[in-house]
């Protein structure tokens, strides 16, 4: 059985105040912006992400 995936905050409005949307599977209500929305896995990426401050010339 799998655990659902719990947001730590509105991607809307930051703000903290969640609860699970009863009507939808996996969506989430945000209490101070009033809006409802769903997290979902999109996949892997292929290679992975390069971050910006990734030096490979072995420079610190």
Same mark, same amino acid.
């Given at each position: 059985?799998?655990?659902?995936?719990?947001?730590?905050?509105?991607?809307?409005?930051?703000?903290?105040? *969640?609860?699970?949307?009863? %009507? &939808?599977?996996?969506?989430?209500?945000?209490?101070?912006?009033? /809006?409802?929305?769903?997290?979902?896995? *999109?996949?892997?990426?292929? %290679? &992975?992400?390069?971050?910006?401050?990734?030096?490979?010339?072995? /420079?610190?």
């Amino acid at each position: 059985m799998s655990e659902r995936a719990a947001p730590f905050h509105c991607p809307y409005c930051g703000d903290e105040d *969640l609860r699970p949307n009863e %009507q &939808g599977h996996g969506a989430w209500e945000c209490g101070a912006c009033n /809006r409802a929305f769903q997290l979902k896995f *999109l996949g892997l990426l292929a %290679q &992975g992400l390069r971050r910006a401050d990734d030096h490979k010339g072995g /420079r610190t």
